[in-house]
């Protein structure tokens, strides 16, 4: 049976059979002599918890002993606190500590409540209380608990961005939970839910409510979802069923049942049905090998021969465990079962199993530290396929799928970022509710300016393209006023998606811009890879006039005096200067350019001729040891022909300082576009003679 912690809400099965162990225990108790106290307890260890509140309620006010009336007090707290109840809990536990009631376990159970809560500092105070305390097992689950508070503020700091709806035409007010697809459309799903209109007529004792049915729905093209009804009595009996799912051709049905029969208590079953049409065949058991009393409920088909569910069979790891039971075709018989180990269970509880596409197991646990009651955890296949049954070490998925309150049972949509889950959080519609989740899409959009570099000129009629490291290949064009501008837009070819890495390409060196004039092309580089918000980039190009007729300016080119090499010191090096035309030559293959330098006027006009013509030719042959074809170079030296402040300017200037300045004008090398129709070489395919 399940008592105490071990009984964790109608989410750990189903619980037709403590009803009829409580109904045995006070039938019994109504023969004898009326004992409040023993009453209470007796409904409390048989798991009727709904039904204990009241009893010791009771039992307080005929209790004249102190010390039990805090005990009792307790229970109340715990006894809400088994049915979920977490603000009653809290109430009644306060009043168990105000009473001195002398067991740290309270303090732990209390900050239990309080973390469930989302107090996380308070429950950290009552945690601190019971790892103060000389019971070993108080200071345990305190030390454990303190974790958890840690583990879980940094997990709500860490949240992801998925959106979280409450399916609310599909909840009541009631219990609905553990939702799975139930087509290959993905548009009608099978669900549990304790509300009115069960098949059986029985209460559940531990929450005073209908058994729970399994209920399907269906979604229309606008979303909307229809109002949910069960399935018929082939599947829906007098007993509690539920945490169903289908096989991957959506033909055949696994679920989990409590059968309920007076006087005589039951485990939980995995039942199995095959379709028939709409409707569903007789179901039968699975038998493998578990007595009536064990519980074993949640299956999720891996594949015809291989069923992943929950238990608390022996030999498990503690509370319920995840197994696996294979098909012998030889022997036509389930079994034996095969617990998963202790890397995915602990002695706490593991629950609602689910695997992905990918073979990623996702499981509900309150044993692995979590954010408080039940949480969500993933655990990555490490053998190739599920048929391994080998998963590495769960990691809890966080915020905010993850809350303070119980969050179980994830299903998602094959190979999308969405799905569906079940939680207990404040705010929903009923006792356990379901949840949608997305992640919706980063919006990231890219844009600038384009204009001329000299002239501040905007630029319009330019092409803009932007070439994805994912394949993706997206062109604008300027508009007037030189502005571009890509954006992620579904069903569009301008995308500018997560994950990615963008070069930009600006080209007006074929068609000129709405100036009429040709631009050397630019490139810029963005990304969105590792980015987690949605962001939006400025890129603004500058541009440089190729068919101005003018030279077109570069940084700094030295060399030593009176020599022709490139000087290179710590201070200057001119090689990186050149790696600028580099650039500009590799991102317009089709200009051919000349390459000009220039000297000042001092010394003689020839030796200045041939100093210039050597200083070009010794830049036009680093290009071409960088790669560039000496056919799209033209070096030519112009000594002093072209001064660009004459010598009576600078004969003017006040100081040495300035005059030099001005020499040193005057000693530059520059380069202009001679021609746009160059065509570059193209590499012989591999082979080729």
Not at 436 to 453: A, H, Q, R, Y
Not at 617 to 627: K, M, P, S
Request: glycine share 8%; net charge negative.
């Amino acid at each position: 049976m399940y008592i105490e912690e071990r009984n964790l809400k109608r989410m750990t099965f189903l619980k037709g059979a403590i009803g009829t162990l409580c109904f045995v225990i006070v039938s019994t108790i109504a023969v004898g002599q009326k004992d409040w106290t023993k009453e209470a307890d007796l409904i409390y260890q048989a798991g009727a918890y709904y039904g204990a509140v009241d009893a010791y309620k009771k039992a307080y006010s005929k209790e004249k002993k102190q010390s039990e009336k805090a005990r009792i007090l307790y229970r109340i707290g715990d006894s809400y606190r088994l049915i979920q109840d977490l603000e009653q809990a809290e109430v009644w536990y306060n009043k168990a500590e105000a009473a001195e009631y002398d067991d740290a376990l309270l303090y732990v159970r209390l900050g239990d409540i309080l973390r469930q809560q989302g107090k996380y500092d308070d429950a950290v105070e009552r945690y601190k209380k019971a790892a103060a305390s000389s019971n070993s097992e108080a200071k345990m689950l305190a030390e454990k608990g303190m974790l958890a508070c840690e583990k879980a503020v940094k997990l709500q700091k860490q949240a992801a961005r998925y959106v979280v709806n409450n399916e609310v035409q599909l909840n009541s007010k009631f219990y609905d939970y553990s939702l799975v697809y139930a087509d290959k459309k993905l548009e009608t799903v099978l669900f549990t839910s304790s509300r009115p209109g069960a098949s059986g007529n029985e209460v559940d004792e531990i929450y005073g409510e209908s058994f729970s049915d399994i209920y399907f729905s269906e979604r229309d093209n606008k979303g909307k979802w229809s109002t949910p009804v069960p399935l018929g009595e082939n599947i829906n009996s007098a007993a509690n069923e539920g945490a169903a799912s289908l096989d991957d051709k959506y033909s055949q049905v696994y679920f989990t049942r409590c059968r309920f029969e007076k006087n005589k208590p039951y485990g939980c079953e995995i039942w199995t049905a095959r379709s028939q049409g709409r409707d569903w065949a007789d179901p039968e058991r699975l038998d493998f090998g578990i007595d009536d009393t064990t519980v074993a409920g949640h299956p999720v088909a891996l594949d015809d021969e291989l069923i992943l569910f929950a238990s608390d069979m022996y030999g498990g790891q503690g509370g319920k465990d995840l197994w696996y039971i294979r098909y012998d075709k030889k022997a036509k018989i389930w079994g034996p079962a095969v617990n998963l180990g202790p890397t995915i269970n602990t002695p706490g509880n593991e629950m609602f199993p689910y695997v992905r596409e990918n073979g990623d197991l996702f499981f509900a646990s309150d044993g692995h530290i979590g954010m408080g009651g039940l949480d969500i955890f993933k655990a990555k296949l490490k053998g190739e396929d599920v048929e391994s049954m080998n998963w590495g070490e769960p990691e809890n998925i966080g915020a905010p799928i993850n809350s303070s309150s119980n969050d179980y049972a994830i299903v998602w949509e094959e190979n999308k970022n969405r799905g569906f889950f079940s939680s207990d959080r404040p705010g929903g519609k009923g006792g356990d509710d379901i949840y949608s989740f997305s992640m919706p899409p980063l919006i990231f959009k890219l844009e600038g300016t384009v204009t001329d570099v000299d002239t501040k000129e905007p630029l319009g009629d330019v092409k803009v393209k932007l070439l994805g490291t994912d394949g993706s290949v997206g062109e604008v064009m300027t508009d007037p006023t030189g502005h571009y501008e890509f954006e992620t837009r579904e069903n569009e070819e301008r995308y500018i998606l997560e994950g990615t890495s963008y070069t930009i390409e600006v080209d007006a060196i074929m068609e000129p811009a709405s100036n009429g004039h040709k631009y050397l092309s630019a490139k810029g580089q963005e990304t969105t890879v590792g980015l987690e918000e949605s962001t939006a980039f400025i890129k603004d190009f500058a541009l440089l006039c190729a068919d101005c007729e003018k030279d077109i300016e570069m940084p700094l080119v030295l060399y030593k005096l009176g020599k022709w090499d490139l000087m290179v010191t710590d201070q200057v090096n001119s090689k990186d200067s050149l790696e600028y035309l580099y650039s500009i030559l590799e991102e317009n293959p089709t200009i051919v350019i000349e390459l000009a330098a220039h000297t000042d006027t001092r010394g003689t006009e020839k030796s200045n001729q041939i100093l210039a013509q050597k200083r070009a030719e010794t830049c036009v042959n680093y290009l071409i040891e960088r790669g560039i074809n000496p056919e799209r170079m033209v070096p030519v030296g112009y000594g002093e022909s072209r001064p660009l402040v004459s010598d009576e300017e600078i004969a003017a200037l006040p100081t040495e300082e300035e005059r030099e300045a001005a020499h040193q004008k005057n000693r530059r090398t520059v380069f202009r576009v001679l021609s746009f129709d160059f065509i570059p070489e193209t590499e012989p395919e591999e082979g080729a003679n």
